[in-house]
């Protein structure tokens, strides 16, 4: 038991001589004044590089949280425009739906009221319909559809003048009967 407190106090004067070997800063084999002052030298210096660096990394943080808020606050934005297109867009759908169920009851409500026999007679002649349809000059119907206006008023203007003769010839009538 002697032998091995022996060792551990050894152990310990050892470790105690391998730690003021390295608290001699100045070198001359004492830890003196001199060698806490440049201890307390290095341990400033260490402390200001450590707050120049704990300085540039808030720095970076404060940077980095404002540009997160601000692409936070961007997709938020983002998010909310196109809930709002998107809500538009299934309401109008919806008007969109309910307008067509609305024309197929029309369209129901129509076919219910006609007879079978009038419903067959009209998809009997319906091939013959679309054969006309397909031989008519689309061409010439367009140039008919164009000229169709002028046409009207030339005819509206026709009939003025024969108004403007019939009540002419009726008021000379009435002169002579008198």
């Known amino acids: 038991m002697e032998k091995m407190d022996r060792e ?24 003196d004044l001199r060698d806490l002052k440049h201890q307390l030298d290095r ?3 260490q ?11 808030l720095r970076n943080q404060k ?6 808020v601000a692409l936070v606050a961007a997709l938020c934005v983002l998010i909310a ?23 197929a009851g029309t369209l129901q409500d129509s076919l219910n009221t006609l007879d079978s026999a009038e419903l067959d007679a009209m998809m009997q002649t319906l091939p013959g319909i679309a054969d006309k349809l397909s031989k008519i000059d689309v061409d010439a119907l367009n140039s008919v559809m164009q000229k169709l206006p002028s046409a009207l008023d030339t005819l509206t203007a026709m009939q003025e ?7 002419f010839f009726g008021n000379l009538g009435t002169v002579f009967r008198s």
């Open 81 to 103: 425009v196109l809930m709002v297109q998107f809500r538009t867009a299934y309401h109008t759908v919806l008007d969109t739906c309910n307008q067509v169920n609305e024309l």
């Open 47 to 57: 402390l200001a590089l450590q707050d120049k660096q704990n300085r540039r990394l």
């Open 63 to 68: 940077r980095n949280l404002i540009l997160a």
């Open 8 to 31: 551990m106090d050894e152990a310990l004067e050892m470790k105690l001589q391998a730690l003021q070997a390295g608290d001699d800063e100045t070198g001359d084999g004492q830890v």
């Open 43 to 45: 341990v400033e210096a």
């Open 161 to 167: 003048q024969i108004n403007t003769i019939s009540n």
